[in-house]
């Protein structure tokens, strides 16, 4: 096989977007459409991926700081898909192999596909190979004509003529190239069109005139080389990405109750068995266990969950750690920086911040942790808050195995609640708490017998 070197197009604007982020950094399912399609090209284990960059460059740049291997390339006007391959000549020129030609924003594109082009291109020794497709509505697109069943053009939407108008062959906007007469075709493409632009698919009729061999290779899923223009399109190709995933899932085992209300991104794993009911975001680097409920309404955005959990309705876990058998929720609000043990019980209207709860720990109801240590089997009443920050700076709760904190407590950081402790309901703790001890910070109660009757006898005096 020949070295293979990819160009990905991502200059141009995306005006039909309507938006200050540059269409390639629009995201479906977790990952931009530009990491999308990078991922593609990476499977086919290219020697070089250059970039050609323009609108937002330095934004598309900034996203893809984490692939040190990638080319980028600056087309600074943006004069037509011609023009933009030909920013790649600096990085290419001398090189020898296949340039295999992607664009920025057509991410449903499979490598099965891409190879197929690579050996339609090697079989036919073509100088170039178009990925073709048959579209019952072919409006919008470059039509491949075909001379004697060859393809001898192709002609842009606004330059066909009325018959040209009625061929469903278009062109994907991907070829293989041959890299060796490449840059000096790309030379001689002019702009005599009805857009003024320097046109890619021009090189077809220039390597026909040069009776150099050309190709197709047509994709028999038509949708796969589905480009994103609008955000309608955006929804559409997002919908076509959730579905496959989601069919994945439930391949693997899992359930999903309601395939078409269940948002999954593209790198988060489940386990066999767990039930996703409708309404659920599982997102970023989640990984799911075995045998979990994910409750509808529920949001995981990088977490990992263990076996047997169940997550309730309206909980939200934001990179955290939950442990195998332990309940989450409803409305739980488990915050960046939190581990809760295995067996804890984390109930309705609790909130975690960098918090880790013991093994068998539980804080059932309404209640605020944030900055605490929590041991086993400690029990933390409804009620209860840490009052972690002083204004200025963020302070630690300690509390250790088997403590019970009654209901209603304020506890105030920096302080610890040793192993045992016992924390009498409504207490403002304040010091730390020895172990087995029990605190009691609050005023005592007093009765006033017969103060009622006093009042009355009063009030009816006046
Ligand atoms: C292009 C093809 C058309 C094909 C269609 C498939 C041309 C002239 N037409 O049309 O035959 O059917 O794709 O989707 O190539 N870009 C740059 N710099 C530029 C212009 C474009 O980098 O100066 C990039 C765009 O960001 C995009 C890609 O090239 O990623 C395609 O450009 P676009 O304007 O979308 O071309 P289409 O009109 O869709
Ligand atoms: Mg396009």
Redesign the pocket.
Known sequence: MPDIHVV???????TRMKSLLP??LHRISGLTLIERVLRTAAALQPRSVTM????GADEVRASLIKRPRLQFVT?E????????LLQARTHLEGKKGTVVLL????PLLTAASLRALLDAHAETEAAATVITARLQRPF???RIVRTNGKISK?V??RDTTAAQKTITE?????YAFDLAPLFDALDSIGTANK?G?????DLIAIYRKQKRALATWTVERADE?R?I?SRTELAEVSTMVRQQKNEELMAAGVTLIDPATTYVDADVVVGADTVIYPCVFLEGSTKIGSACEIHSGARIVNSTIGDRVCVRNHTVVTDSTVESGSFVGPFAHIRPGSEVGEDAHIGNFVELKKTVMGKGAKANHLAYLGDATIGAKSNVGAGTITCNYDGEKKHQTVIGNNVFVGSNSTLVAPVTLADGSYIAAGSAVTTDVPAGALAIGRSRQENKEGWVAKRKDAKAKT
Do not use: F, M, R, W
């Open positions: 990905v197009l991502a200059a141009g604007k995306g269409k390639v050609v960059v323009g609108h087309q006007q943006q004069l037509g898909t011609g023009h933009a664009s920025g924003d057509a919008g697109y470059g192709i842009e939407e278009i062109n994907s906007g991907i857009q632009e320097y046109y890619l698919p080389i480009g223009n």
